[in-house]
């Protein structure tokens, strides 16, 4: 659990904890792995990670050598600024030149006749053709995710089929947050990730904040339900941690 004063200085936070974290899997020569979540906070982080300066002993991300993928989008047209890719392009990969080889987005609606069920079993079998041989998907070093103030995470909301699904990404009609169609890694792709790091700022996720980490069904509050196979690390700001229960908590023991 880490916690920061306002979403200003989480930003910041996770900005120059997230370039370390990178910054180590390059130095042991693995190809570092990204995923990234739209979202206030999740773009607020992109657009810190330009200028975070790295300390003296550490050596800056390689940007140009870091796989990126998306936890979720929104499945409307390319130039739409609801879409979490145009954020994360304008936030950051325009900027650090990450090459478009090694930008893996989540398919926009209208292209061609594809439907968000389609573009779901695409993006899956983007997923499988990285992985490692033998292995059903890529290594994912970080996995972002934002919080929703009823405890989305990704594109799973409460109540929805796409947290009982085991497919690797699912279309999800009919979201209570617009837009109303999207594109989600299910739990079962979120949880292969080594690190998942959930980011909540403002007053708004207190209670879902405080839900998850109190061990809530999943279903009903999807935050409870993600977990790195390494680490799940808590990045909240003191009005986000305004609920959590004073004693402990009964999970997320990494
Ligand atoms: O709709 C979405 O919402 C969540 C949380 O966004 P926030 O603005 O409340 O932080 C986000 O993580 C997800 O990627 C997005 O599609």
Not at 76 to 87: F, I, M, T
Not at 120 to 135: C, D, E, H, N, S
Not at 160 to 184: M, W
Not at 240 to 248: D, I, N, V, Y
Request: charged residues 20%.
């Amino acid at each position: 659990m880490h916690t920061a004063t306002d979403p200003e200085q989480l930003a910041e936070v996770v900005a120059s904890a997230l370039t370390a974290r990178l910054a180590e899997a390059q130095a042991e020569n693995r190809t570092a792995s990204l995923v990234l979540t739209g979202g206030g906070i999740g773009t607020a982080v992109l657009a810190h990670l330009p200028e975070v300066v790295p300390l003296p002993t550490r050596e800056p991300v390689d940007w140009s050598a870091v796989e990126v993928w998306w936890s979720d989008e929104r499945f409307v047209p390319a130039d739409d600024p609801q879409r979490n890719e145009l954020s994360a392009r304008q936030a950051l990969l325009e900027l650090v030149g990450v090459p478009d080889q090694r930008v893996h987005p989540m398919p926009a609606s209208g292209v061609g006749s594809m439907e968000p069920e389609d573009a779901a079993a695409w993006y899956a079998a983007q997923l499988g053709a990285a992985a490692p041989a033998g292995r059903p998907l890529p290594r994912f070093d970080v996995l972002l995710l934002g919080v929703g103030p009823e405890g989305h995470v990704a594109s799973i909301f409460p109540r929805s089929s796409a947290a009982r699904d085991d497919r690797a990404v699912v279309a999800v009609r009919n979201c209570p947050k617009p837009p109303p169609t999207r594109l989600s890694m299910t739990f079962s792709t979120i949880n292969t990730a080594e690190e998942v790091w959930i980011l909540a700022a403002g007053r708004a996720k207190a209670r879902a904040v405080s839900d998850a980490l109190s061990g809530a069904d999943p279903l009903s509050v999807p935050a409870a339900g993600v977990r790195g196979t390494q680490a799940t690390r808590w990045w909240l700001d003191a009005a986000a941690a305004s609920e959590l229960p004073k004693g402990g908590f009964s999970s997320f023991g990494t």
